[in-house]
T-cell receptor
Framework: EAEVAQSPRYKITEKSQAVAFWCDPI?????LYWYRQILGQGPELLVQ????????DSQLPKDRFSAERLKGVDSTLKIQPAELGDSAMYLC??????????????FGPGTRLTVL | AQSVTQLDSQVPVFEEAPVELRCNYS??????LFWYVQYPNQGLQLLLK??????LVKSINGFEAEFNKSQTSFHLRKPSVHISDTAEYFC????????????FGSGTQLTVLP
């Protein structure tokens, strides 16, 4: 069964260090999403790609976060420098095309980041 | 702007008892509604969704939810829960307008007790 892959599953880093997360969506899915889920809260969208283009990054803290999807397939989310408040689960999701309401988003297992 | 409220952060219930997880939303336009389930240290899985048509939607594992437009609610129910239903449940709304993004509630932790 096709799944969204993410790595690493867990990451511990010290504040001010750089971290990067990788996501490989389901084959053929044009739309890719990165969410941040703080403990006890629901996921919040950080950035959305359609193929290699950013569709929405209005909630991405651009002073320290960056995301890319150079070939329109896999994607990398980077934080530099990491801060204590960045500790969270980072979820990647993909869908067949740009979310049109009923278009299901498939989620990966997430990367749990702990910043010390 | 759309928002989702899940009124209960934690719901403990005994095995084989019925359960209802509440979800209310606010939006000025048409919406699509979803329930996702998240098991520990895993991503979210779609449980069921309302797009149009019948206001009562069902999942393959016995959950159902009813869209109530007048009360702007989409409560999730199951007549008899199992230990394996223990998980976090998230209600989400997609607004058919300029936002075009999925907005999640804060989640309800369902714990089924033996």
């Amino acid at each position: 069964e096709a799944e969204v892959a993410q790595s690493p599953r867990y990451k511990i880093t010290e504040k001010s260090q750089a971290v990067a997360f990788w996501c490989d969506p389901i084959s053929g899915h044009a739309t890719l999403y990165w969410y941040r889920q703080i403990l006890g809260q629901g996921p919040e969208l950080l950035v959305q790609f359609q193929d290699e283009s950013v569709v929405d990054d209005s909630q991405l803290p651009k002073d320290r976060f960056s995301a890319e999807r150079l070939k329109g397939v896999d994607s990398t989310l980077k934080i530099q420098p990491a801060e204590l408040g960045d500790s969270a689960m980072y979820l990647c999701a993909s869908s067949f095309r740009l979310a049109g309401g009923g278009n299901e988003q498939f989620f990966g297992p997430g990367t749990r980041l702990t910043v010390l | 702007a759309q928002s989702v409220t899940q009124l209960d952060s934690q719901v403990p219930v005994f095995e084989e008892a019925p359960v209802e997880l509440r979800c209310n939303y606010s939006s000025s336009v048409s919406v699509y509604l979803f329930w996702y389930v998240q098991y520990p240290n895993q991503g979210l899985q779609l449980l069921l969704k309302y797009l149009s048509g019948s206001t009562l939607v069902k999942s393959i594992n016995g959950f159902e939810a009813e869209f109530n437009k007048s009360q702007t609610s989409f409560h999730l129910r199951k007549p008899s829960v199992h230990i394996s239903d223990t998980a976090e449940y998230f209600c989400a709304v997609f607004e058919s307008g300029s936002a075009r993004q999925l907005t999640f509630g804060s989640g309800t932790q369902l714990t089924v007790l033996p």
